[in-house]
């Protein structure tokens, strides 16, 4: 500071008045205080001095620099401005630390400088600029998410896709909680049916029933099921039906989920449809191994351990049950892995070839089997199926009419459902039947006018056959005495049937003129039609058929000689006619089931009965050999114009 | 395939969200416009926004009715499995019987026709 000091007068502190009221109270500024003492005498500095300093120095030094301006450094001018702004730089700084610091100034008040036209232009475009580029910014965002959004879409429409076929027909459930890990959304398919078992039993749901759904490589729907995990049932005679081998059905199913990436978008939906019906396979044939392995093995195990008359346990292992039936015959019932990778072991015992027709072709010679004639073993599987499964959903359906009260009383009943009790006995009737129907065969092949019809009776233990046979019209015109029916035809039986009935094991036949011996002793006619029935064996039958079959015969052609007028008389197989006093002739019938030519024969026997002098009765007999039933009739109306000399006349 | 109609629940969830990507691009557009440097063009942001607002409309009338119609199916309610195996084994019947009549027409065809 060059200049003189400067004295400044204060004011006389005279408190000047402010204002006057009417009254005449009078008021007077209040007393500045101390601080404010302080911040008036600070304001009262005048720092203009400086400023002009420094313009004085700036002007100086512009001079100097204007003169030796060729040497001089170009942005001299700059530096200088920068340490003036420096300068100022420290003064304020100064300030604002004494104000901040609030001992010595406070500040009182401040204005915000008025801001000049273009400087709000600017700020306005500033902001305008930050807005447009905030709006661009979300324009790309949003048009960015929606690509984004559209591909995920796409790539997760497959799946979903796929998934909701299969939701049409399987259980799919979902568990969030296991959501959160890898790509897995925690949807899984429930193949256990939670209806078709008792839960007193302790059940447990199979490892298999619960399949996880998983993307694959192309983010399409995978199920990975490992290969020989799930099983079939398998049904078959011991010693006919190979154990082990892999049935022809199993290997038409692919298992492998493997998926050709395709190329076009159509070859993509049409694999697609087909990646669909292959998984959809795959469960197919894990829930019918559930329901193998768990429904019915199960109940198999079951019910193995109860007593039952048709069959014994001859040996149990894991997965494998065999037991023996009656008529020499021997089951087993085995749960089988399937898949692809199943093993093949080679059974022990004889391969033979089966026939689908059930017919079994022997191999090495061995016919004694061809005699058994067991049935088709595919049909017995299912039926042994179909039961187990009836019985199962049937109890599922009794199960919520009555929970709690009868659940102790139903668990001991269904362990004794006797099923396989049933089905064992089926299957021993079902071979017996085969057996009984082979001799029929054998006996109606060789004669001529027998004929065999089967009749169905929806009865697995029950079977039955008719032996028919059509007699030829009689030629005999119709008498006066006879009645007549209403349709104008002869009241004479023109068929003969012989009904056989096979149940369990129990051969019946029923027919009527029965070759009773005790029968004849009555011997009017009116008992002679007569339905009889009885029972017989196996050995038995085809000579009892046939004596049936020749007893008719013979009951016919008494018939027709009665209504002629002929005395005739029958004696078990055998009709007489008397020509003579005295004289009989008999035709009687040969039965015989070995023999090729046709199994019944017949001979003429003359008697003649001298019954006085002679002891016995001495016949001579001509056999006529096998006739047919027109022949035969021929020959009794020969017989008859015999006798019938004095009778009724026939004209043929 | 699927049908092509709208009518079933799968078609009409695909439209759903085929709708909100046209609605997230319907927004980034007007955006778009807003940001254009020659100022927005109103019919043009007039129309887009009308068009947004209607797609949102349907998307949730769409949405409610679907999970209206959801709710009401409780799950698993009528599970068909018992059905199903029935099936399988009518199925096994089937094929049985199928192969029984081959074996049928095969022995008729062995045996010359009385024509």
Known sequence: ?652 | MDPQTQNTSLQRLQNVENRVVKVLELAGGVMEELASPSGPKKEFVNSHCREFMQSMKDIQVTLREEIKSACEYRPFEKCDYNARIANEICFQKLEYVLTQLDDLKQTAGQYPSSD
Not at chain 1, 286 to 299: G, T
Request: charged share 25%; glycine share 6%.
């Open chain 1, 1 to 652: 500071m060059d200049s003189d000091m400067e004295i400044s007068l204060d004011r006389l502190p005279i408190k000047r008045l402010e204002s006057i009221e009417e009254n005449g109270a009078e008021r007077f500024p209040s007393d500045v205080g101390y601080d404010d003492k302080r911040v008036s005498l600070i304001r009262r500095i005048d720092f203009a001095w400086a400023l002009e300093e420094e313009d004085e120095l700036k002007k100086k030094k512009q001079k100097k620099s204007s003169k030796d301006s060729a040497e001089q450094w170009k942005w001299k001018g700059m530096v200088e401005n920068l340490q003036l702004a420096h300068q100022e730089l420290s003064v304020i700084i100064d300030l604002i630390d004494t104000v901040q610091a609030n001992d010595a100034v406070t500040v009182a008040g401040m204005t915000r400088p008025k801001p000049l036209p273009n400087e709000i232009l600017s700020d306005l475009a500033v902001s305008t600029a930050t807005k447009l580029q905030g709006y661009r910014n979300l324009g790309n965002y949003f048009k960015q998410s929606a690509k984004a959004l559209e591909q995920k879409i796409n790539r997760e429409a497959r799946f979903y896709g796929a998934l909701i076929r299969l939701q049409r027909n399987w259980k799919v459930k979902r568990q969030r909680m296991l959501a959160s890990n890898a790509s897995n959304e925690g949807f899984t398919i429930d193949l256990s049916d939670s209806s078709l078992h008792d839960p007193t039993s302790g059940f447990r749901p199979s490892t298999l029933s619960t399949i996880r759904v998983d993307h694959d490589s192309a983010g399409m729907l995978a199920i990975n099921v490992p290969q020989d995990s799930w099983y079939s049932l398998r049904f078959g005679f011991v010693g006919l039906n190979p154990i082990d081998n892999t049935n022809e059905s199993d290997e038409h199913l692919d298992s492998t989920m493997g998926h050709d990436i395709p190329g076009t978008s159509e070859k993509q939906s049409a694999s697609d449809d087909e990646y669909v019906k292959e998984t959809h396979s795959l469960l197919r044939e894990v829930h019918k191994s559930i329901f193998a392995e768990q429904v019915l093995f199960d109940m198999l195990n079951r019910e193995a351990f109860n007593e039952g008359v048709g069959f014994n346990i001859s040996g149990i292992r894991e997965n494998f049950m065999e037991m023996s039936i009656g008529q020499g015959a021997s089951l087993f019932v085995s749960l089988h892995p399937s898949g692809k990778n199943a093993s093949i072991k080679k059974s022990e015992s004889a391969t033979l070839l089966i026939e689908s027709s059930g017919r079994i072709e022997p191999a090495e010679g061995d016919y004694r089997l061809k005699k058994l004639g067991f049935p088709n073993r595919a049909s017995y599987e299912i039926y042994l199926q179909q039961i187990f499964h009836e019985h199962a959903f049937g109890k599922a359906k009794d199960q919520p009419k009555s929970k709690s009260i009868r659940a102790s009383n139903q668990t001991r009943k269904d362990s004794n459902s006797g099923l396989l009790d049933h089905f064992c006995l089926s299957l021993t009737h079902r071979i017996f039947s085969n057996r009984v129907l082979e001799h029929l065969e054998s006996v109606v092949c060789k004669v001529p006018y027998l004929h065999l019809i089967s009749h169905p009776t929806w009865n697995s233990r029950t079977s039955s056959w008719t032996v028919f046979m059509t007699v030829p019209p009689s030629i005999i015109p119709q008498g006066s005495s006879e009645t007549q029916s209403p349709d104008g035809k002869r009241n004479l039986k023109m068929q003969f049937r012989t009904k056989v009935v096979v149940k369990d094991e129990c051969i019946s036949v029923e027919a009527e003129c029965t070759p009773n011996v005790v029968g004849l002793l009555k011997s009017s006619s009116c008992n002679l039609f007569a339905m009889n029935k009885y029972e017989c064996g196996v050995a038995d039958l085809p000579v009892i058929i046939l004596q049936q079959v020749a007893s008719q015969i013979v009951c016919w052609l008494l018939e027709e000689a009665r209504t002629v007028g002929t005395k005739a008389s029958r004696d078990f197989l055998s009709l007489s006619l008397e020509i003579v006093e005295g004289e009989r002739v008999s035709l009687v019938a040969q039965v015989n089931p070995e023999d090729a030519k046709g199994c019944i024969s017949w001979w003429l026997v003359m008697e003649n009965g001298s019954t006085e002098e002679r002891e016995g009765v001495s016949e001579s007999r001509k056999l006529l050999g096998h006739l047919s039933l027109d022949v035969l009739y021929s020959v009794l109306m020969d017989l008859i114009n015999l006798c019938g000399t004095g009778r009724n006349a026939l004209v043929s």
